[in-house]
Protein backbone atom coordinates (compact mmCIF):
# COMPACT_ATOMS: atom_id res chain seq x y z
CA UNK A 1 0.00 0.00 0.00
CA UNK A 2 0.89 3.35 -0.69
CA UNK A 3 2.59 6.10 1.80
CA UNK A 4 -0.43 8.35 0.72
CA UNK A 5 -3.10 5.12 0.76
CA UNK A 6 -2.13 4.71 5.34
CA UNK A 7 -2.08 8.21 5.52
CA UNK A 8 -5.59 8.60 4.88
CA UNK A 9 -6.56 5.39 6.71
CA UNK A 10 -4.75 6.87 9.51
CA UNK A 11 -6.77 9.67 9.00
CA UNK A 12 -10.07 7.56 8.82
CA UNK A 13 -9.10 5.68 11.52
CA UNK A 14 -8.59 8.39 14.16
CA UNK A 15 -11.23 10.58 13.21
CA UNK A 16 -13.64 7.34 13.85
CA UNK A 17 -11.91 6.56 16.94
CA UNK A 18 -12.49 10.32 18.01
CA UNK A 19 -16.25 9.74 17.05
CA UNK A 20 -16.82 6.82 18.76
CA UNK A 21 -14.67 7.78 22.34
CA UNK A 22 -16.78 10.94 22.25
CA UNK A 23 -20.52 10.83 21.42
CA UNK A 24 -20.06 7.23 22.32
CA UNK A 25 -19.38 7.66 25.88
CA UNK A 26 -21.89 9.86 26.55
CA UNK A 27 -24.63 7.98 24.17
CA UNK A 28 -23.92 4.83 26.43
CA UNK A 29 -24.13 6.52 29.66
CA UNK A 30 -27.57 8.25 28.60
CA UNK A 31 -28.33 4.49 28.06
CA UNK A 32 -27.81 3.62 31.18
CA UNK A 33 -29.48 5.90 32.58
CA UNK A 34 -32.55 4.77 30.82
CA UNK A 35 -32.41 0.96 30.25
CA UNK A 36 -31.85 -1.81 32.40
CA UNK A 37 -27.97 -3.47 33.53
CA UNK A 38 -28.19 -6.35 30.87
CA UNK A 39 -28.55 -3.90 28.23
CA UNK A 40 -26.32 -1.29 29.23
CA UNK A 41 -23.60 -3.79 30.02
CA UNK A 42 -24.48 -5.30 26.23
CA UNK A 43 -24.04 -1.84 25.41
CA UNK A 44 -20.69 -1.13 26.80
CA UNK A 45 -19.00 -4.43 25.64
CA UNK A 46 -20.10 -3.44 22.07
CA UNK A 47 -18.39 0.18 22.95
CA UNK A 48 -15.56 -1.33 24.02
CA UNK A 49 -14.89 -3.32 20.95
CA UNK A 50 -15.70 -0.28 19.06
CA UNK A 51 -12.82 1.50 20.66
CA UNK A 52 -10.29 -1.20 20.41
CA UNK A 53 -10.57 -2.24 16.61
CA UNK A 54 -9.69 0.85 15.72
CA UNK A 55 -5.91 0.08 17.39
CA UNK A 56 -5.78 -2.60 16.24
CA UNK A 57 -6.66 -1.96 12.75
CA UNK A 58 -3.92 1.45 12.63
CA UNK A 59 -1.02 -1.68 13.63
CA UNK A 60 -2.19 -3.82 10.99
CA UNK A 61 -2.10 -1.43 8.88
CA UNK A 62 1.00 0.51 9.59
CA UNK A 63 3.15 -3.18 10.16
CA UNK A 64 2.66 -4.42 6.96
CA UNK A 65 -0.21 -7.45 7.92
CA UNK A 66 -2.81 -5.49 6.11
CA UNK A 67 -1.13 -5.19 2.10
CA UNK A 68 -3.47 -5.84 -0.13
CA UNK A 69 -5.58 -2.64 -1.05
CA UNK A 70 -9.06 -4.42 -1.03
CA UNK A 71 -8.08 -5.85 2.21
CA UNK A 72 -7.62 -2.57 3.64
CA UNK A 73 -10.25 -0.72 2.73
CA UNK A 74 -12.71 -3.86 4.14
CA UNK A 75 -11.00 -3.40 7.40
CA UNK A 76 -11.68 0.35 7.73
CA UNK A 77 -15.54 -0.94 7.02
CA UNK A 78 -15.07 -2.44 10.48
CA UNK A 79 -15.79 0.60 12.15
CA UNK A 80 -18.13 2.24 10.14
CA UNK A 81 -20.60 -1.02 10.65
CA UNK A 82 -19.81 -1.28 14.41
CA UNK A 83 -19.82 2.76 14.77
CA UNK A 84 -23.76 2.41 12.70
CA UNK A 85 -24.83 -0.59 14.91
CA UNK A 86 -23.81 1.17 18.09
CA UNK A 87 -25.09 4.34 17.82
CA UNK A 88 -28.38 3.33 15.96
CA UNK A 89 -29.00 0.67 19.41
CA UNK A 90 -26.95 2.37 22.30
CA UNK A 91 -26.09 5.49 21.91
CA UNK A 92 -29.24 7.54 20.38
CA UNK A 93 -29.15 10.56 23.03
CA UNK A 94 -25.50 11.77 22.87
CA UNK A 95 -26.28 14.74 24.61
CA UNK A 96 -23.90 15.75 27.46
Do not use: C
Not at 13 to 41: D, E, R, V
Not at 51 to 62: E, K, M
Amino acid sequence: MSIAGGIFATFFIFFSFTWALLPGGFGILNFKKKHGALLYFVGKLLWLLLLLIHPIILYALWNGLLNNKEIVFSWLFIPLVLQILFFTIFARDVGT
